[in-house]
């Protein structure tokens, strides 16, 4: 039997094989014109489409642009009739959609990174711009009809379907797809209105947005007061993952999604934007090339992971973080070092221990004094409170003495109100002075002392000192553990072959491939927002978390999970997946070690300058510390001048006898306002049992404030440094000190 043929340009071409089948018609290669392919619509759209189809060709706009398949011939069928146009032909593409999620990206674009998705994304604008020059507007914008290739070039397909203007008569887009439709035109008769490229900057938006946020939809969120569609919280205007206007949107992202907080300021500002109440502030195609381009300059390599890639201004690397969270690695490697890089073993870790334990940290007590020679005057002093005694006794003898001597010429018991007067008397001249005010004094005076030397200690890099020390000693036991940890996980892999092999076959399956009764390109996204992209992503309890999806849905995907799981057969025997798992988890165990090791090097160097700075740092150069050191001094020498000392509990109180001598005040505590956490136990290095001893000054640090001369310290490393910095506080003694 004989291929097909068709006219093109009144001349007879032969149909290949099958390229693609879509909902207009169907697409062929053509034999003897390598590079081309055609399309041919179904016989009901073929009149419909000939106008504009023939307006494009007249219009050359194929000769504008390298970027779009626009249309470049006629198609004509044995009769002459229309049906169809020829087009370039792009080959080694693939849909954009594979490229948004890590299984399906596993699959077709196995060595594209974070970078390649940031250049892959400015591709897709660049791509818009092209046509928005040539005064077109792509209309039905959606993840169809871009394509990409593995260099992260991009074309755009499905051209014929594009608005454009041509001999003064609009040919407008008739079409549309809901998840990448703007709010405006929700509900709305797509083939009556003239599409704008406004109308494209929020498809373009979207696109961007699953290419950055790993498939995850800017719309497909949790709302805190309607279980709503994507397309109604698209018709809402409900940007679940906004900043600006969380409070209006009342929509939170899907559970293990990116944040918008971990793009840098800009990318932020033009997200807001493009999702944003007022579509004429959305970004054009133009600017965001430039904003793209400049994301991926900004990129870094995590240093745990050297397959992560991730903005600078987010802080930690995100793609961990969602490891961490979720399990599933956005980024997973597919070629794995079986063991570690050489030179590994010769890392002396006892070597590492022993210098950090002799390394000489001065204690808080050797760098603020306790005192200062040169107090201040500071009020009430014991000056006034002697003269506010005085001026009581005064007061108490000029009422008293007369009343007695008018009583006693007046009364036969003259002797009985003679001692009464003097008893009175004397009671009188021995009034009290009154401690509360001198108290008040000092305990203020001592508050300012502690704040400004937690201030200081902050800023000669004490606390930053502190902290490291003991992130490093929990390192230290981390590469201890290595080797039985990689141990135990080799061991894992033999108990969970079988559901690796079933998890490895299922998600083979993706459900945007798949036809599923009533679950369409909107709810593909929603389910991919969700992280459910393959079979072995379903799940009851998965899918009934998802908005909009109910019983129903749900018995649908799990009917459908269940008819591809019963053709799963376990393979017994070794195979490739097998020394896959193998070299992963020993190329996870090395990244792991080598990270460690990394982190111990610099951090012991930078540790061993802190003593040589921390000596040079002069407490009393400190103006606020000094200034408070004073008053401090002050308001204690006025407490011993009128015999008032501190309790055990540093409080102040009068003295009980008369001419006693007032205790000496204790240094004050500068305490952390974190839990003491419990020292584990170390077998080759405990600490001396003098390490339980606090030190009299604790640097006081407030989560999410620890700062270091060379800037913030952010992120999970925050986390880590705040757990420990009061242990090691706490075991600053069991050091040597500083000479």
Known sequence: MSAPSVLISGKRARLGGLLGRGGEGDVY?????????????????????????????????????????????????????????????????????????????????????????????????????????????????????????????????????????????????????????????????????????????????????????MGRHPYAGRCSDADLSLGESIAQNRFAFSIARRAQTRTVPPPGSIRLEDFPAPVIAAFEAAFGVDPAKRPTAAQWVALLNGLEADLRQCAAVPAHYFPRSSGDCPWCRLLAQSGIDMFPALSFPATAPSGADQFDID??????????????????????????????TAHDALAERQKRRNARLFWIIPALIALATMSKLFVVWLVCGLAAALSAAAAKVDPEPLKKAFVAADERARAAAVDWLRRIGYVDALALRADLESAVDQHRALNQELARALADLQSTRESR????????????????????????????????????????????????????????????????????????????????AESAAKSAWATKRVAIESKLRAGLANLKMAPAKLAAANPMAFPPLREALESREAARRHCE????????????????????RPRRLRRPRLELPIRPRRRRKRPNHRFAPSA?????????????????????????HVATVLETVDLACQTARSYPRAQ
């Open 29 to 213: 290669f053509i034999e003897g014109r390598p590079g081309k392919a055609v399309k041919l619509y179904k016989s009901d759209l073929r009149a419909p489409r000939e106008n504009k189809v023939s307006a494009m060709v007249g219009s050359r706009l194929s000769e504008r642009t390298s970027l779009v398949a626009f249309p470049l011939e006629i198609a004509a069928d044995e009769s002459g009739r229309f049906a169809g146009f020829v087009m370039r032909l792009v080959s080694k593409h693939r849909p954009i959609h594979e490229l948004y999620g890590p299984k399906s990206r596993k699959i077709q674009f196995p060595s594209a990174d974070y970078r390649f998705l940031a250049r892959a994304a400015a591709n897709v604008a660049r791509a818009v711009a092209a046509v928005h020059d040539m005064d077109c507007v792509i209309g039905d914008f959606n993840h169809s009809g871009v394509l990409v290739s593995p260099s992260a070039t991009v074309a755009l397909i499905d051209a014929d379907s594009f608005q454009f203007r041509a001999q003064g008569r609009l040919h407008r887009c008739i079409v549309g797809t809901e998840d990448f439709t703007p709010p405006e035109l929700h509900g709305a008769r797509l083939g009556e209105i003239e599409r704008t490229k406004a109308h494209d900057h929020f498809g373009l938006a979207v696109a961007i947005f699953q290419l950055l946020a």
């Open 351 to 380: 070597g590492v221990w022993t210098a950090l334990k002799a390394l000489a940290l001065s204690c808080p007590e050797d760098l603020i004094p306790s005192s200062c020679a040169d107090a201040g005057v500071s009020k009430p």
């Open 501 to 580: 092999q079933r998890a490895a076959y299922l998600d083979g399956f993706l459900i945007r491939r798949a036809k599923i009764s009533g679950i369409g390109p909107a709810k593909t996204a929603t389910l991919a927002s969700f992280g459910i992209e393959t079979a072995n992503d379903i799940t009851r309890g998965a899918v009934l978390m998802v908005p909009g999806f109910g019983e129903a849905y749900t018995a649908r995907l799990l009917a459908w999970r269940q008819n591809h799981e019963k053709n799963f057969r376990y393979n017994t025997l070794r195979d490739a997946s097998d020394a896959q």
């Open 692 to 716: 339980r001893r606090q030190c009299a000054f604790r640097p006081r640090v407030e989560a999410g404030t620890l700062e270091s001369n060379s800037g913030a310290v952010s992120g999970s």
């Open 641 to 660: 001048q009128l015999g008032i000392a501190p309790s055990r509990r540093d409080s102040l109180r009068s003295s009980s006898r008369s001419g006693q």
